[in-house]
């Protein structure tokens, strides 16, 4: 089915759940959702790899700029310095670009609890895409299959387009003196 058009959706984000092994292991997964004004949900793209931290941030970066800067992007706050520094770092790589970071609250279920629901109401959608049946089966066999990576970053997402409101930004003026 195809999506309706992008200007249709009151919010948009892609969320990333990151992770930095070439070849095996845990996967990057980006994925962009959005939110129509009638309460359905859009699952509009996934991106899927394993690079190391320098080809993540290439890839993140490209991908913003593909999606625009209408979208915001989102990324899990994650524990430790290490988290700390990387979320750093991918924060400053998207310069230009509305970035919204939030707390890992609660279990892989837990947090994936709440856009399962949607999907079992009938309320989610996907794009027609390549990137479907890999999507599709994660999702089904959550939490016991091989992959969470794409369920992270569809959590992420929802919570998003469900509760983010862009700050109020107040001007001034100002002195560069």
Do not use: H
Not at 18 to 47: E, H, N, P
Request: aromatic share 12%.
């Amino acid at each position: 089915m195809n999506s309706p058009p992008y200007d249709s959706f009151v919010q948009m984000c892609r969320f990333w759940d990151k992770a930095a092994s070439v070849g095996k292991g845990d996967f990057t997964a980006g994925v962009l959702m959005g939110r129509t004004q009638d309460g359905y949900f859009w699952v509009l793209d996934v991106i899927r790899g394993r690079w190391d931290s320098a080809g993540r941030e290439r890839v993140i970066r490209e991908i913003a700029e593909q999606d625009g800067e209408d979208v915001l992007v989102g990324l899990e706050k994650e524990r430790g310095s290490g988290g700390l520094d990387s979320r750093m770092m991918t924060i400053r790589n998207l310069a230009g670009f509305s970035v919204k970071s939030t707390p890992i609250i609660g279990t892989k279920e837990q947090r994936a609890d709440p856009f399962s629901t949607q999907i079992n109401a009938g309320n989610v959608f996907c794009q027609a895409a390549k990137w479907n049946k890999d999507y599709l089966e994660e999702l089904q066999y959550f939490p016991f299959g091989t992959y969470d990576d794409q369920v992270d970053a569809s959590a992420g997402a929802f919570r998003l387009v469900t509760e983010y409101k862009p700050a109020q930004i107040i001007c001034s003026d100002f002195s560069f003196t």
